[in-house]
């Protein structure tokens, strides 16, 4: 099980639950395009960003098995929310877990993503005890893999038109990380 103790802060961030409040600002960047080109949704609307926000909300600790833990990461500068963070527990059995992580554009290029990820990882090996975690992005989403490179998760595969992603054949990547490498770098 895990259940954060929020808040968690980071030199330039506050990471936290999500509440109702955060509405504007998750919608400032999930309502574009150019954030929702490699994910699984269409740039939302504010209706279906709502939705999505009432599901973060509830996602507040994982407690078994196929939960996910939903993380708001604010700019301490400003208290706006800049980030989207999940931590998915995918089995159990093997102490397996999985990183996502969505960014408003207007902050890419700052180091954010890396200070937010690297809490999300320390999440994962230190407070949920999972063995690894891994990540996995299209392979066009050069800032995403970037981002896993930079936290030390390393290549494990490269799954070639593996999917049928809007209308064409995409190409998968897949990084990981054990335990024992956090532990190592830390």
Not at 34 to 56: G, I
Not at 72 to 101: C, H, K, P
């Amino acid at each position: 099980m895990l259940a954060p103790s929020y808040p968690i802060t980071t030199p330039r961030l506050t990471l936290r639950a999500f509440t109702e409040d955060d509405l504007d600002d998750l919608y400032a960047f999930h309502s574009l395009p150019e954030v929702a080109r490699y994910l699984y949704w269409e740039a939302r609307t504010r209706e279906e960003t709502e939705a999505a926000l009432e599901e973060k909300i509830g996602r507040a600790e994982i407690r078994s098995d196929g939960d996910a833990l939903s993380v708001a990461v604010e700019l301490r500068e400003t208290g706006r929310v800049v980030g989207d963070l999940t931590l998915f527990w995918r089995s159990e059995e093997n102490r397996q877990g999985e990183i996502g992580y969505v960014f408003n554009p207007a902050c890419h290029g700052r180091g954010l993503a890396t200070e937010a990820a690297r809490e999300l990882l320390r999440l994962g090996f230190d407070g949920l005890g999972v063995h690894r975690l891994y990540g996995r992005c299209d392979a066009r989403n050069i800032p995403s893999y970037r981002l896993m490179e930079r936290l030390g998760m390393r290549r494990e595969a490269h799954l070639v038109e593996n999917e049928f992603f809007e209308g064409e054949w995409s190409d998968e990547l897949v990084y990981a990380m054990l335990a024992r490498e956090w532990r190592a770098q830390a």
